[in-house]
């Protein structure tokens, strides 16, 4: 049965505006592993020093190879323009020693109201052209004990959560204020925190890596772009228990990004918000499979972190086993102030929904509702709809039964 959407009175068509400038401004092409330096062999101890040493002597434009073996480490920094190749079958451990991470408050491993406490297990830092490739495994090591009490770093985010606090605990890879940086093939697992975090960031390519954190974890959200643009995220398979992929704009606008033929097995799915005050833009998520998840496609702020989030289109997307396929919300966690959120231009386009579940559209107010377009979107019955200050058009068709899978999504 097709059904007509016409939310409030004498509502046009919202016409795709800036759908050509909707995703990364840059020719993004599968990456190529740059020619090694140096060589490394696991000792089987600690090789922080190691391995910082040969960063901190390669030539540009090169990269620092672990070869063989399981190295373990504390926090590293890749240089600019260098960057680290972890050879199949390598794994790159973080040696889970809050002390190790602290940056010299000694607060790294506890609990408090800031939760900035500790350095990133891999830090690339107002860096151009630097990056992290190969076939190998980067393990956080989240489910290892971090003291004399046997908390483990996931054990100290959940704690945290539940008492309204913050953890203080090391992310696994943090990229800040750098241009055109680049993940390739990577296995990333067990994170303590989020597992890539990038801020102002001009230029990331994240392509063909994959993200599994186990359900214990809890904060653990998959790839975190915090006011970056021109970022790309390609062919990569995500399981995690938070955010899938994150976008916010809290110190910067976070604008021309684009993610595709992208797979999550499990988490919240694709997240724009909380914090929007400097806007996002021109975003698509294109050719996507998302199973198994709290959130399939979301948009979440309010009116203390508000802003405008512009140009956003969803297209070619299948989603299976999502409590809130799509969730747009500008009322999350009830928190108010007087910075009024603005969506418009949020364009859904050959969305199939195979599983029954809940589609939320919560606007501020009448005056400024949420702006979206529907086009050829499939849903299963007995799904339920939730609308609110909200203006779109489009349809839907109800007729996905209980034996749809996303497999014909296969990229």
């Not at 204020?177 to 801020?199: A, G, M, Q, W």
């Not at 007087?338 to 599983?355: L, T």
Request: charged letters at 20%; glycine letters at 10%; a positive charge.
């Amino acid at each position: 049965m097709q059904q007509q959407l016409v939310f409030l009175v004498a509502i046009a068509l919202l016409a795709l505006v800036h759908v050509g400038t909707a995703r990364d401004l840059r020719k993004v092409v599968e990456p190529k592993n740059p020619p090694t330096c140096t060589s490394l062999k696991a000792t089987g101890g600690d090789d922080t020093k190691a391995i910082q040493k040969a960063l901190d002597s390669c030539a540009k434009g090169k990269a620092v190879t672990l070869a063989a073996g399981v190295f373990y480490s504390g926090p590293l920094t890749i240089p600019s323009g260098v960057s680290l190749l972890l050879d199949t079958g390598v794994a790159l451990r973080a040696i889970p020693k809050p002390a190790l991470y602290d940056k010299g408050r000694r607060t790294c491993g506890t609990i408090d109201d800031s939760g900035d406490g500790c350095k990133s297990f891999i830090t690339i830092k107002g860096a151009k052209g630097s990056g992290i490739y190969g076939t190998g495994t980067i393990d956080g090591e989240g489910g290892a004990r971090i003291n004399a009490r046997n908390l483990t770093w996931f054990k100290l985010n959940k704690v945290a959560s539940g008492r309204g606090r913050k953890t203080n605990s090391p992310m696994l890879i943090e990229i800040s204020n750098s241009e055109d940086i680049t993940l390739y093939k990577i296995t990333l697992v067990r994170s303590p925190f989020y597992h890539v975090y990038t801020s102002e960031t001009n230029g990331l390519t994240v392509w063909g890596i994959t993200i599994n954190s186990p359900t214990a974890s809890v904060s653990s959200d998959g790839i975190f772009s915090a006011g970056s643009q021109n970022v790309t995220v390609s062919r990569c398979r995500i399981n995690t228990k938070d955010d899938n992929i994150g976008i916010s704009a809290l110190t910067a606008p976070s604008r021309y990004i684009s993610v595709y033929e992208t797979h999550f097995g499990r988490g919240n799915g694709l997240a724009i918000g909380s914090r929007i005050i400097h806007g996002v833009s021109n975003v698509t998520f294109s050719n996507m499979t998302l199973n198994a998840l709290s959130s399939g496609m979301r948009i979440k702020t309010n009116t203390l972190n508000g802003g405008v989030v512009a140009n956003i289109v969803y297209e070619n997307i299948c989603v299976y086993r999502a409590r809130f396929p799509i969730f747009l919300d500008m009322y999350y966690h009830g928190l108010t102030g007087d910075r009024k959120p603005e969506f418009k231009n949020i364009a859904f386009k050959n969305i199939q929904v195979g599983s029954a579940g809940q589609f939320i559209f919560r606007g501020v107010n009448e005056n400024d509702p949420i702006k979206a377009t529907i086009n050829d979107m499939r849903i299963t019955l007995n799904s339920t709809w939730s609308i609110a200050n909200t203006q779109f058009s489009g349809n839907w068709v109800t007729n996905i039964g209980k034996a749809f899978s996303c497999k014909h999504f296969k990229f």
